[in-house]
């Protein structure tokens, strides 16, 4: 099976965003490097809105995501309420 | 919580729709192929492009606030780290040359895709294309502009940051990505989307920007590190984009396949090229390192790569070619690179050094393959020879390659020791090459090629001099012309890190900051 990954920067908004993301998808595995967070999952990976609507304690908008984000990969499927990385392979 | 927004009118899905779809119409003053005519030409054939989608489904006014929110934070920190003397906190002056290297090789090229995707979303009937286009373009003026500006605080303090659009158009190794991209943007509007927005987008640009400005914040450049992830975190977007043209070309005409596929052929070759001087800036311009170019190209190349050439078999697509010998190659083409760099340090507008011992003990830890037994001798060799006083600065010019400009310097794949040629006989011209991808790209459209625009010939032509230069006259020294013409000043912008006008500068500045002396 083919990894799928997201780079997030390293900073006070994404923290816990990482955190959800780890929640939600466990058999991701989480690469600290300087300045920013990979993650990196086999086959699929998943960010939910309520997960870091919880964790944060406030709505958020998962476009948001934008601000932070520095790099993902596989096939990009994003509603209101989730936005999943996967390959087909 | 009590601050509950109120249920959004429209989802998602739903307002892509309607901020996407309808808005063009079938013209009847004009015929549409004349109103759209370079959509055709290539032989692609589309024939439903309302099945156009961006999966991130972001339309402008979404896309103005966070690009807003971006702009915020990025010049919070580029003042900050001005204000703050940031310059100072890098971890070794001799960092500063990969940035000399970035604004001059790679934001003009950012400039250069704002206006190909600008060119190419006009062309362009369907009104999705058409809009992920704009903001494409719109993301990469900004890139321009952001690395220019970040850049610009080296300017006020350090050589070689002067005139870089000067020397795009003039320096012989600054030609190797400027004709990467006006081969793309000369292009059709459907090869400059697999050339750009998949090949380079997709496969290529975290080999850019993730590891090397990981790097950046590694040194203590958080000026680079800032706007290497704010244009990195457009990236995603642009790769999203990249994805979805290539699959929704494919799935709109079986005939697009094979179109397709040399497309990817080519423009993965030709940006793998480009990519030897990132390769040369993570192993050798990045005092403290963080990965090594073979780690990263097997990380974001390989892996990456490897799982989306996957996902793209079902269509029939294969990984492109000349991996085997880019396998290969991984070991040798950085250091490679370095090696002539410091070869033509006298020409160049950044430093260059001999690694120091325990940067040499990395590079042999990291390229146990090769660099023990290919390249840490003759670095080592150079090193003692400059001690002695025999520092030789390479002043013949070198044979370049057709397609890829680069100089003859990348090795037959599996013999290290014996330099690449190829050549071709066209109409009643010899042309030469670096590599079977290079030969291969160039025998597919000659007539394109025939027109490249080579640094080295051009001085031997006589076109590299300022006006009223007499390169008969009596002691004429064509180097100091042709520096005159890059307009680089011999001793202060080019030559060896060590004994430069930055290094004394920087270790003085550095002295100020610490002491009250």
New interface residues.
């Given amino acids: 099976m083919s990894k799928v990954f997201i780079a997030l920067q390293t900073n006070d908004d994404t923290r816990q965003i990482i955190q959800a993301i780890l929640a939600d998808n466990p058999h991701a595995v989480c690469n600290e490097q300087p300045a920013m967070v990979k993650i990196d999952a086999e086959g699929s990976l998943v960010v939910r809105r309520s997960t870091i609507e919880e964790l944060i304690g406030r709505d958020f908008d998962l476009q948001e995501l934008h601000i932070n984000l520095i790099s993902l990969t596989g096939n990009v499927d994003e509603t209101d309420d989730e936005l999943t990385l996967s390959w087909n392979a | ?1 009590d ?3 109120g249920k ?1 009118k429209l ?3 739903e307002k892509y729709q309607h901020m996407t779809r309808g808005l063009g119409w079938e013209t009847t003053y004009q015929s549409m192929d004349d109103v759209f005519p370079f959509v055709k030409y290539e032989g692609i054939k589309i024939h439903d492009w309302d099945k156009w989608e961006d ?4 339309t402008m006014d ?1 896309y103005w606030k ?1 690009q807003a ?2 702009e915020r ?1 990025l010049y919070a920190i580029i003042d900050a780290y001005a204000q703050n003397n940031g310059h100072l906190n890098v971890t070794d002056a001799r960092y500063i040359n990969a940035i000399k290297l970035f604004l001059n090789g790679i934001s003009p090229l950012e400039y250069m895709a704002h206006r190909g995707f600008a060119m190419t979303g006009r062309q362009f009937p369907g009104v999705g294309a058409r809009v992920a286009c704009l903001m494409q373009s719109l993301d990469e003026i900004r890139h321009a502009q952001t690395q220019i500006h970040s850049l610009s605080n080296y300017n006020k303090y350090y050589n070689g940051f002067h005139e870089y659009r000067h020397m795009l158009e003039r320096v012989w190794y600054l030609s190797v990505p400027r004709s990467f991209f006006d081969d793309a943007v000369t292009a059709g509007p459907f090869e400059f989307m697999v050339a750009i927005g998949f090949s380079f987008e997709y496969v290529l640009t ?1 080999l850019l ?2 590891p090397f ?3 950046a ?2 040194n203590g450049d958080m000026g680079t ?1 800032t706007f290497g ?1 704010s244009a ?2 457009d ?3 642009h ?2 984009l990249g ?1 979805e043209v290539i699959k929704f070309v494919l799935e709109q005409d079986p005939d697009n396949l094979p179109i397709v596929q040399q497309w990817i052929d080519k423009w993965t070759w030709r940006g793998y090229r480009v990519l030897t001087l990132v390769g040369m800036m993570m192993d050798y311009m990045l005092p403290k390192r ?1 990965m090594s170019w073979k780690e990263a190209w097997e990380v974001y190349f390989e ?2 790569g ?3 050439f ?2 793209l ?2 269509y029939g697509i294969r990984p492109p070619k000349w991996l085997d010998q880019i396998e290969k190659d991984k070991d040798h083409i950085s250091h490679q690179a370095w090696a002539t760099f410091y070869n033509y340090a006298a020409a160049c507008n950044f430093h260059t050094w001999i690694p120091t011992d325990d940067e040499l003990d990395w590079l042999s830890q990291k390229y146990p393959n090769s660099f023990d037994k290919y390249y840490r001798p003759r670095l080592e060799h150079w090193r003692e020879e400059a001690k002695k006083g025999n520092r030789f600065y390479n002043k013949t010019l070198p044979m370049l390659c057709q397609t890829c400009q680069i100089p003859m310097i990348f090795t037959e794949p599996g013999d290290p020791t014996q330099i690449c040629y190829r050549e071709v006989d066209y109409k009643d011209n010899k042309y030469h090459f670096c590599s079977d991808g290079c030969k291969e790209i160039f025998e597919h459209e000659p007539e394109k090629y025939i027109q490249a625009w080579l640094p080295v010939h051009q001085i031997y032509q006589g076109n590299c001099f300022e006006e009223g230069v007499d390169p008969t006259a009596e002691g004429f020294d064509p180097l100091s012309a042709v520096l005159d013409y890059y307009h680089l000043a011999q001793g202060r912008d080019n030559l060896d890190f060590e004994g430069s006008e930055d290094q004394k500068n920087f270790e003085m500045w550095r002295g100020m900051a610490t002491k009250n002396a």
């Fill in positions: 919580m601050m509950k927004v959004k989802g998602l899905k999966p991130f489904r972001l979404a966070y929110e971006k934070k975290n920007f993730v400005v990981s790097g914040a590694y590190m992830f990195q975190s990236e995603a977007r790769m999203t994805l963080i892996e990456n490897g799982a989306l996957k996902d078999a079902r």
